[in-house]
């Protein structure tokens, strides 16, 4: 084991003030009581307080000075909060995740404005003005998504979005395609941290069996918000300049910017009990007052280079990451892909020769597709985790997010075929929706899926899972437009969408049975994951 996994499992051993006992248990850990575990802790001096349920007012009843919750049920843990304030304050983080992937797709109607006005003559160019916003979301969660677990969600959000504000707002002044594509670029890195740090909300404010319903609704925004750009700046595009793509969604983001200052609340644990202890140590004037993470002392540029480090440790040592970034990237890719084919299949008069907007409302297609695998997973992913935890007594498993990839296995590809052929045999415009719709399903179905199962799998860690995961899932999204316009000039529609549906069932079958199969054994070994 190299240095670095030694030094998480060290960590991992020592008590995690924001871990609670619920996720220990649904992750497959049977109920040791407070004895064992305290014979379990004594090597290291600390005590999983919220496991023995019992405690002084926000201190260790073992170490009286080691601020942390009081018991299991203490009001001020997220995950005990009120549903009314966990919905607030998720509603609010779904709405920034909301309006960073509008922008990544709003700009394609446009595309041929931009490339009149800026004199853009490649259509590889013409392309990577859109793209290169997602090339930002494989970076920026890498290095910025990581700072949530040092200084809280809240925080890293706002600033992200106010980043993202910023230089959303420069697009829309750009006077070159260099000013374009850089501006874009920056406006991607601060956008792409919503999705990510919303996983690490959902994994603090939600129980495991609570997760797959906030996981359907949180997925929604981040698969929805693709579809939704492209009709609006459809529109925008044929009624007024280009540059108001821009300029409308900077203001949309400004109005969700101030609500977030209002109503968005800090849910990451650590963060919660480090001001805790603040509290406590102004109060008393006691300065031993800390929680277990001041105990380790670390210096800021060792907590960051920990956790900036992290999500590539993630990446690079972890089966369960790797199998997850290779299932996803390709579903992820192939909804960008998808799109991209929109504006020549509907508006090329060799096609559907529809106009501008009315082609932009073929996404709506998309749009419902979503909407259909969202309320799937909301009725059933819950229902199929307590039944499954039901039968392996009331012992829950991130692995009873599974079964329902075998929906996806079979929309997924069946979307892409009936999609690829009707619109190469020119059938009526509903058929290729159809295709569309059926393939969108299955992609917010495996998303979700997905999702719950990494925040399952790594609760307090879920925000740099998440990062890891996105990296190829985000060059995925951006790479795979570049080359569609290739790939359908030789192979057309038809079979173009052929290849892509053969490659997912190739991918989409294995991948679920190996995590089903293996599942449990990679995360027991692993000095991250929860049980």
């Known amino acids: 084991m190299s240095e670095q996994d030694q030094s998480s499992s060290q960590d991992l051993e020592k008590a995690d003030s924001g871990f609670t006992s619920d996720d220990v248990k649904e992750n497959g850990e049977k109920g040791h009581n407070a004895n064992e575990q305290d014979v379990g802790l004594e090597e290291s001096g600390q005590q999983e307080l919220e496991k023995s349920g019992t405690a002084e007012s926000h201190t260790s009843e073992r170490d009286p000075k080691l601020v942390t919750w009081d018991g299991p ?26 309006i960073s992937p509008v922008s990544s797709t709003m700009v394609a109607p446009a595309l041929d404005a931009i490339a009149s006005d800026l004199h853009i003559t490649a259509e590889f160019v013409s392309q990577l003005t859109l793209s290169i916003f997602i090339l930002a979301y494989a970076i920026g ?35 070159t395609t260099g000013q374009l594509i850089a501006f874009r670029f920056l406006s991607g890195l601060g956008g792409s941290v919503p999705l990510v740090v919303g996983g690490g909300v959902l994994g603090d404010s939600f129980r495991p069996e609570e997760r797959g319903t906030a996981s359907a609704i949180f997925s929604l925004a981040p698969l929805l918000g693709p579809s939704i750009g492209p009709i609006v700046g459809g529109f925008i595009a044929e009624n007024t300049t280009w540059r108001w793509v821009f300029w409308a969604t900077s203001i949309a983001t400004g109005v969700m910017q101030v609500a977030g200052l209002f109503f968005l609340q800090e849910t990451y644990a650590p963060q919660i009990l480090k001001k805790r202890a603040q509290r406590l140590r102004k109060e008393t004037g006691d300065p031993s007052y800390q929680t277990e ?20 440790v993630l990446l690079f040592t972890q089966p369960i990451v790797q199998v997850l970034t290779l299932y996803m990237a390709y579903i992820y890719g192939l909804m960008y892909l998808l799109m991209s084919t929109f504006p020549t299949l509907w508006t090329d008069p060799k096609w559907y020769n529809e106009s501008t907007g009315i082609g932009g409302l073929n996404y709506i297609s998309l749009g419902l597709g979503s909407m259909l695998g969202t309320y799937l997973c909301v009725f059933l992913n819950d229902r199929t985790y307590r039944h499954l935890k039901a039968r392996n007594d009331d012992t829950g498993k991130p692995e009873y997010r599974l079964p329902l990839l075998a ?10 075929f009936i999609y690829g052929w ?3 045999t ?28 990494i925040v399952d799998t790594y609760t307090r860690y879920a925000a740099s899972a998440l990062a890891a995961v996105s990296v190829l899932r985000s060059l995925a999204a951006f790479g795979f437009p570049l080359f569609a316009p ?46």
């Open 293 to 312: 993470e001041e105990r380790q002392n670390k210096t800021l540029p060792q907590a960051l280079r920990t956790s900036l480090v992290r999500p590539f």
């Open 407 to 416: 929906i996806t296995m079979i929309c997924v590809p069946a979307g892409l």
């Open 73 to 98: 049920d203490d009001p001020e843990n997220p995950k005990n909060w009120p549903k009314k304030r966990k919905w607030i304050t998720m509603g609010i983080v779904s709405m920034f995740t909301l």
């Open 422 to 424: 009707t619109a190469q």
């Open 141 to 175: 969660p890498l290095f910025l998504g990581p700072f949530s677990e040092n200084y809280g969600r809240a925080i890293v959000l706002q600033l992200a979005n106010m980043f993202y504000l910023a230089f959303n707002i420069g697009c829309g002044f750009a006077q």
């Open 426 to 453: 020119h059938q009526h415009w509903i058929a290729p929706n159809i295709g569309a719709c059926l393939f969108s399903v299955g992609n917010m179905m495996t998303f979700q899926c997905m999702q719950t199962y």
């Open 486 to 531: 290739y790939m359908y000039n030789d192979l057309s529609y038809g079979w173009g969408n052929s290849v892509l549906a053969f490659i997912s069932l190739g991918i989409g079958i294995p991948a679920p049975i190996f995590l089903w199969k293996y599942g449990e054994k990679l995360r027991n070994h692993s000095p991250y994951a929860t049980g």
